[in-house]
């Protein structure tokens, strides 16, 4: 796959990120996506799970931002998202599994109805189903995308399966088939 066609894929991505669809990528997008996961499982935002949803909606846009706000306005337009990713993910998906951890954590100890340091945390593929349909995605991809991420069949979505697969998803880009 050349260059050009990665920044295409790559920059459609951003979408999923642009949860209120302006235009770039701020810390309300993050902040809405932890709402709207607390709303949907019945979560308080001041209980354990809660505070551990934001916090790591917080280290996640952090570390987008320090990954790819180039002029560091506290926002990521498409161009910087589809930059940083082209710039430093692509070679280093690590990377963007680790930002991403503290926040998937989170949400799978919501989904799951469990303590946040519970260790590992996992989730039934239902209620990360629901998850994936609250932060955008339509139902039938999301249905798939869950029970794709229970990579060992044991009916539930491990944090490990969660991480990996994120980061795969915004850094590992499929050529067209």
């Known amino acids: 796959m050349d260059s050009a066609e990665y920044e295409r894929k790559i920059a459609h991505r951003f ?10 990528i701020d810390r309300a997008d993050f902040n809405a996506a932890a709402a709207r996961l607390l709303s949907e499982f019945g979560t308080t935002a001041r209980c354990d799970r809660g505070q551990s949803l934001y ?12 990954i790819a706000d180039v002029d560091g306005d506290q926002r990521v337009t498409r161009e910087e998202f589809v930059g940083g990713a082209v710039k430093r993910l692509r070679d ?13 954590r989170a949400a799978i100890a919501v989904a799951a109805d469990t303590a946040p340091a519970a260790a590992p945390a996992s ?6 189903e629901r998850a994936l349909r609250v932060l ?17 069949q044991d009916g539930r979505i491990a944090e490990a399966e969660a991480v990996a697969a994120f980061a795969a ?5 499929e050529p067209d088939a």
Do not use: C, H, K
Not at 15 to 24: E, K, L, R, S
Not at 136 to 152: E, F
Not at 169 to 173: A, D, E, G, L
């Open 15 to 24: 979408a999923a990120f642009d949860q209120d669809g302006n235009g770039y």
């Open 55 to 66: 916090t790591g909606a917080e280290a996640f846009w952090q570390g987008m931002a320090g």
């Open 92 to 104: 280093n998906p690590e990377r963007f599994a680790e930002i991403a951890r503290p926040f998937l």
């Open 123 to 128: 989730a039934p593929v239902a209620a990360v």
């Open 136 to 152: 955008g995605a339509p139902g039938d991809i999301a249905s798939v995308a869950a029970r794709s991420l229970d990579t060992d």
């Open 169 to 173: 998803y915004f850094t590992v880009i």
